[in-house]
T-cell receptor
Framework: ELKVEQNPLFLSMQEGKNYTIYCNYS?????LYWYRQDPGKSLESLFV?????AVKQEGRLMASLDTKARLSTLHITAAVHDLSATYFC??????????????FGQGTILTVHP | GAGVSQSPSNKVTEKGKDVELRCDPI?????LYWYRQSLGQGLEFLIY????????KSGLPSDRFSAERTGGSVSTLTIQRTQQEDSAVYLC??????????FGPGTRLTVL
Protein backbone atom coordinates (compact mmCIF):
# COMPACT_ATOMS: atom_id res chain seq x y z
CA GLU A 1 0.00 0.00 0.00
CA LEU A 2 1.36 3.38 -1.00
CA LYS A 3 1.97 5.76 1.88
CA VAL A 4 2.77 9.44 1.49
CA GLU A 5 4.15 11.38 4.41
CA GLN A 6 4.73 15.09 4.66
CA ASN A 7 6.73 16.99 7.20
CA PRO A 8 6.36 19.22 8.91
CA LEU A 9 2.59 19.12 9.34
CA PHE A 10 2.54 22.61 10.79
CA LEU A 11 4.90 25.37 9.78
CA SER A 12 4.95 28.87 11.19
CA MET A 13 7.29 31.18 9.31
CA GLN A 14 8.32 34.77 9.45
CA GLU A 15 8.00 36.82 6.33
CA GLY A 16 11.23 36.89 4.40
CA LYS A 17 12.48 33.53 5.65
CA ASN A 18 13.14 30.37 3.67
CA TYR A 19 11.91 26.89 4.45
CA THR A 20 11.36 23.47 2.91
CA ILE A 21 8.46 21.03 3.11
CA TYR A 22 9.31 17.38 2.57
CA CYS A 23 7.22 14.67 0.98
CA ASN A 24 8.29 11.03 1.28
CA TYR A 25 6.49 8.14 -0.36
CA SER A 26 6.78 4.42 0.06
CA UNK A 27 6.63 2.79 -3.39
CA UNK A 28 7.95 3.45 -6.85
CA UNK A 29 6.30 6.29 -8.71
CA UNK A 30 7.54 8.91 -11.12
CA UNK A 31 4.62 11.29 -10.88
CA LEU A 32 4.31 13.67 -7.99
CA TYR A 33 2.01 16.63 -7.55
CA TRP A 34 1.88 19.63 -5.25
CA TYR A 35 -1.41 21.34 -4.47
CA ARG A 36 -2.38 24.38 -2.46
CA GLN A 37 -5.62 24.65 -0.52
CA ASP A 38 -6.95 27.84 1.05
CA PRO A 39 -9.47 27.54 3.90
CA GLY A 40 -12.87 26.50 2.60
CA LYS A 41 -11.59 26.24 -0.94
CA SER A 42 -10.72 23.45 -3.31
CA LEU A 43 -7.29 22.26 -4.44
CA GLU A 44 -5.19 24.41 -6.72
CA SER A 45 -2.52 22.66 -8.76
CA LEU A 46 0.95 24.10 -8.16
CA PHE A 47 3.41 21.67 -9.72
CA VAL A 48 3.41 18.44 -11.69
CA UNK A 49 6.73 16.56 -11.49
CA UNK A 50 7.01 13.74 -13.99
CA UNK A 51 10.57 12.47 -13.85
CA UNK A 52 13.56 11.94 -11.62
CA UNK A 53 15.42 15.19 -11.11
CA ALA A 54 12.51 17.34 -12.21
CA VAL A 55 12.63 20.85 -10.81
CA LYS A 56 9.94 23.46 -11.29
CA GLN A 57 9.68 26.99 -9.99
CA GLU A 58 6.84 29.46 -9.78
CA GLY A 59 7.41 32.70 -7.95
CA ARG A 60 8.67 31.99 -4.44
CA LEU A 61 7.98 28.26 -4.66
CA MET A 62 10.26 25.62 -6.10
CA ALA A 63 9.54 21.89 -6.21
CA SER A 64 11.87 19.02 -6.94
CA LEU A 65 11.61 15.26 -7.28
CA ASP A 66 14.12 12.51 -6.48
CA THR A 67 12.47 9.24 -7.46
CA LYS A 68 15.39 7.14 -6.22
CA ALA A 69 15.05 8.57 -2.73
CA ARG A 70 11.23 8.67 -3.09
CA LEU A 71 11.37 12.27 -1.95
CA SER A 72 9.99 15.56 -3.15
CA THR A 73 10.65 18.96 -1.66
CA LEU A 74 8.73 22.21 -1.83
CA HIS A 75 11.06 25.10 -1.08
CA ILE A 76 9.73 28.47 -0.06
CA THR A 77 11.94 31.48 -0.63
CA ALA A 78 11.43 34.79 1.18
CA ALA A 79 7.97 33.90 2.42
CA VAL A 80 5.12 36.38 2.22
CA HIS A 81 1.76 36.34 3.98
CA ASP A 82 -0.08 35.39 0.79
CA LEU A 83 1.62 31.99 0.87
CA SER A 84 -0.30 31.04 4.02
CA ALA A 85 -2.32 27.95 3.09
CA THR A 86 -2.28 24.16 3.35
CA TYR A 87 0.06 22.40 0.95
CA PHE A 88 -0.46 18.82 -0.14
CA CYS A 89 1.77 16.51 -2.06
CA UNK A 90 0.20 13.60 -3.93
CA UNK A 91 1.68 10.58 -5.64
CA UNK A 92 0.23 8.72 -8.59
CA UNK A 93 -0.70 5.28 -7.38
CA UNK A 94 -0.78 3.24 -10.55
CA UNK A 95 2.87 2.80 -11.34
CA UNK A 96 3.75 2.01 -14.94
CA UNK A 97 0.14 2.20 -16.10
CA UNK A 98 -0.54 5.44 -14.39
CA UNK A 99 -3.98 6.88 -14.68
CA UNK A 100 -3.97 9.52 -12.00
CA UNK A 101 -5.27 7.69 -8.94
CA UNK A 102 -3.65 9.93 -6.35
CA UNK A 103 -2.59 9.20 -2.80
CA PHE A 104 -2.22 12.38 -0.78
CA GLY A 105 0.02 13.35 2.09
CA GLN A 106 -1.49 14.68 5.28
CA GLY A 107 -0.95 18.29 4.28
CA THR A 108 1.30 21.00 5.72
CA ILE A 109 -0.43 23.99 7.24
CA LEU A 110 1.76 26.99 6.52
CA THR A 111 1.29 30.26 8.36
CA VAL A 112 3.46 33.22 7.46
CA HIS A 113 3.74 35.94 10.10
CA PRO A 114 4.86 39.54 9.62
CA GLY B 1 -13.01 28.40 -19.84
CA ALA B 2 -15.35 26.88 -17.30
CA GLY B 3 -13.82 24.72 -14.65
CA VAL B 4 -15.15 21.67 -12.86
CA SER B 5 -18.47 22.40 -11.20
CA GLN B 6 -20.17 20.52 -8.39
CA SER B 7 -23.60 20.70 -6.88
CA PRO B 8 -24.89 21.22 -4.33
CA SER B 9 -22.15 23.17 -2.60
CA ASN B 10 -23.56 22.18 0.78
CA LYS B 11 -25.84 19.33 1.74
CA VAL B 12 -27.24 18.60 5.17
CA THR B 13 -29.09 15.34 5.57
CA GLU B 14 -30.39 13.08 8.27
CA LYS B 15 -28.78 9.77 9.08
CA GLY B 16 -30.27 7.01 6.97
CA LYS B 17 -31.27 9.19 4.03
CA ASP B 18 -29.83 8.83 0.52
CA VAL B 19 -27.93 11.69 -1.13
CA GLU B 20 -26.77 12.42 -4.67
CA LEU B 21 -23.81 14.63 -5.45
CA ARG B 22 -23.22 15.91 -8.96
CA CYS B 23 -20.06 16.73 -10.88
CA ASP B 24 -19.74 18.49 -14.24
CA PRO B 25 -16.21 18.02 -15.56
CA ILE B 26 -14.35 20.37 -17.85
CA UNK B 27 -15.64 19.92 -21.40
CA UNK B 28 -13.57 17.41 -23.31
CA UNK B 29 -11.94 15.83 -20.26
CA UNK B 30 -12.23 12.08 -20.52
CA UNK B 31 -11.09 11.17 -17.02
CA LEU B 32 -13.15 11.96 -13.93
CA TYR B 33 -12.24 11.29 -10.31
CA TRP B 34 -14.02 11.50 -6.97
CA TYR B 35 -12.15 12.11 -3.74
CA ARG B 36 -13.27 12.66 -0.16
CA GLN B 37 -11.69 15.01 2.34
CA SER B 38 -12.39 14.57 6.02
CA LEU B 39 -10.65 15.59 9.22
CA GLY B 40 -10.00 12.04 10.30
CA GLN B 41 -8.93 10.47 7.00
CA GLY B 42 -7.49 13.35 5.01
CA LEU B 43 -7.87 13.23 1.23
CA GLU B 44 -8.90 9.82 -0.11
CA PHE B 45 -9.45 8.51 -3.61
CA LEU B 46 -12.93 7.07 -4.14
CA ILE B 47 -13.56 6.20 -7.78
CA TYR B 48 -12.22 6.90 -11.25
CA UNK B 49 -13.85 6.93 -14.70
CA UNK B 50 -11.93 6.88 -17.97
CA UNK B 51 -13.89 7.06 -21.20
CA UNK B 52 -16.02 3.98 -21.72
CA UNK B 53 -13.85 1.72 -19.58
CA UNK B 54 -15.18 0.11 -16.44
CA UNK B 55 -14.66 2.47 -13.51
CA UNK B 56 -12.03 1.85 -10.86
CA LYS B 57 -14.11 1.59 -7.69
CA SER B 58 -11.29 0.47 -5.45
CA GLY B 59 -11.53 3.48 -3.12
CA LEU B 60 -15.24 3.28 -2.32
CA PRO B 61 -15.48 2.71 1.44
CA SER B 62 -18.62 0.55 1.42
CA ASP B 63 -21.37 -0.76 -0.83
CA ARG B 64 -23.53 2.18 0.24
CA PHE B 65 -21.42 4.29 -2.13
CA SER B 66 -21.90 4.16 -5.89
CA ALA B 67 -21.21 6.43 -8.81
CA GLU B 68 -22.11 6.66 -12.44
CA ARG B 69 -21.07 8.77 -15.34
CA THR B 70 -23.59 9.41 -18.05
CA GLY B 71 -22.59 10.06 -21.65
CA GLY B 72 -18.95 10.35 -20.68
CA SER B 73 -19.61 13.69 -19.02
CA VAL B 74 -21.66 14.39 -15.88
CA SER B 75 -21.10 12.12 -12.89
CA THR B 76 -23.28 11.43 -9.88
CA LEU B 77 -21.99 10.02 -6.60
CA THR B 78 -24.74 8.39 -4.57
CA ILE B 79 -24.52 7.55 -0.89
CA GLN B 80 -27.30 5.36 0.43
CA ARG B 81 -28.39 5.17 4.05
CA THR B 82 -25.98 7.91 5.07
CA GLN B 83 -24.05 7.61 8.30
CA GLN B 84 -22.42 10.33 10.38
CA GLU B 85 -18.98 9.12 9.33
CA ASP B 86 -19.90 10.01 5.73
CA SER B 87 -19.71 13.70 6.66
CA ALA B 88 -16.91 15.17 4.57
CA VAL B 89 -16.15 17.35 1.59
CA TYR B 90 -16.55 15.40 -1.63
CA LEU B 91 -14.26 16.64 -4.38
CA CYS B 92 -14.50 15.89 -8.06
CA UNK B 93 -11.63 16.30 -10.50
CA UNK B 94 -11.27 15.87 -14.23
CA UNK B 95 -8.32 15.38 -16.52
CA UNK B 96 -7.67 15.48 -20.23
CA UNK B 97 -4.38 13.65 -20.29
CA UNK B 98 -4.14 11.55 -17.11
CA UNK B 99 -1.42 13.89 -15.96
CA UNK B 100 -2.94 16.99 -14.42
CA UNK B 101 -6.21 16.90 -12.50
CA UNK B 102 -8.38 19.96 -12.06
CA PHE B 103 -10.51 19.98 -8.96
CA GLY B 104 -13.99 21.34 -8.45
CA PRO B 105 -15.09 23.40 -5.45
CA GLY B 106 -16.46 20.39 -3.60
CA THR B 107 -19.71 19.46 -1.89
CA ARG B 108 -19.72 19.69 1.88
CA LEU B 109 -21.90 16.88 3.21
CA THR B 110 -23.12 16.96 6.79
CA VAL B 111 -25.00 13.96 8.15
CA LEU B 112 -26.93 14.71 11.34
Amino acid sequence: ELKVEQNPLFLSMQEGKNYTIYCNYSTTSDRLYWYRQDPGKSLESLFVLLSNGAVKQEGRLMASLDTKARLSTLHITAAVHDLSATYFCAVDNAGGTSYGKLTFGQGTILTVHP
Amino acid sequence: GAGVSQSPSNKVTEKGKDVELRCDPISGHTALYWYRQSLGQGLEFLIYFQGNSAPDKSGLPSDRFSAERTGGSVSTLTIQRTQQEDSAVYLCASSQDWIEQFFGPGTRLTVL
